[in-house]
């Protein structure tokens, strides 16, 4: 049940803004993920992306987020690009029913990979600690590497590994995502 909910919100987000300038889709042996990011225009600032976007798991858990980042492009002859961001995290845990909430911070660091088809190697890390975690959680990371490969000027297909965990008060440490994954970019 909480799958449709999930996806039907995101739809509903993403179709009140302006346009939504990217899709991805990412899926895990255990997790599926959706993301939606527009131009920040829509709230009046230009030069940031704004971002929704759900997890699910095959444990029955629910993350959403909401974000904005900034990202610069490879200056000159430099293949590195360099983002920061902040991102609210809300999420519900099957077992042992919690829910958590949390604003993180975080960033990225993009490696682009001179080649005739592009390719590149991006670092995305949030981290949220006990005085920006609420609910049950005593604190949130989200973590990832990808390696893309940009299949044509619209989409980008990509393979990587992702850690998302929270530390749960009373109960330790628990991974909603701690695995290998694929996904799709559609930029429109």
Known sequence: MRIPVLIGASLLIASSTVMANDLQFQLGNHTAQLEF??????LGYTGAELGFGGLVNSNHDVMGNVGIKVQGLEAGETPFSFG???????GSIDKPNVDVGAIALGGLAKYTIPYRMPMAVVLKGYYAPGITTFGHGKSLSD????????????????IGYRVLQTDLKNYGEYRLDNAMHIGIQLRF
């Open 37 to 42: 990011y527009t131009d920040s225009s829509a």
């Open 84 to 90: 920061l961001g902040v991102k609210a995290y809300a």
């Open 143 to 158: 973590v990832g590497l990808n390696y893309q490969l940009e299949v044509t000027p619209g989409a980008t297909a990509y």
